[in-house]
């Protein structure tokens, strides 16, 4: 798993295996994590997003993220804003033998990142908000059909 501390945007985790327990992100004793626009998919064997037991289920934080396919759950002692998460939706990356984790022009994930975020370097037509996961605010992020360009 990754161990993260503070802050982290914009990250896609896929195909994460090791049997029981394992987990995409886990968030240590005394740590704290706010993940944002990001996408955690295809965990096997554990959850997506945990948090140490002694910690507060707020030191873990999730907002505008996308979590598909996690076996034990999306997480574990965490603070998941379902307002803004997409849980069990398809990330429909382009080709995930390659691997390509650029998404398909149909995923829930494009556009759905943080109102806030910035998606200036997203092609056009940019559809006006950032796009989840590691392609977001990028030169290959890719665009909704019929979406509006914004600057």
Not at 71 to 100: A, H, K, R, Y
Not at 111 to 119: E, M, R
């Amino acid at each position: 798993p990754w161990i993260i501390d503070n802050t982290a945007d914009a990250l896609t985790v896929f195909d994460v295996s090791g049997g029981p327990g394992t987990s995409a992100i886990e968030v240590g004793q005394g740590s704290t994590l706010t993940l944002a626009n990001s996408i955690l998919s295809d965990i096997s064997g554990g959850y997506c997003l945990v948090n140490d037991p002694a910690n507060e289920a707020t030191g873990l934080t999730a907002t505008y993220t996308l979590f598909d396919q996690c076996d034990l759950g999306e997480s574990e002692n965490v603070t998941i804003d379902n307002g803004t998460c997409l849980i069990g939706e398809s990330p429909m990356f382009v080709d995930t033998d390659v691997p390509d984790l650029t998404l398909q022009p149909g995923s829930a994930a494009i556009d759905s990142g943080d109102p806030a975020g910035d998606y200036s370097n997203e092609p056009s037509p940019n559809g006006c908000r950032v796009n989840m996961g590691a392609y977001g605010n990028s030169f290959s992020a890719t665009s909704k059909p019929g979406a509006q360009h914004c600057n």
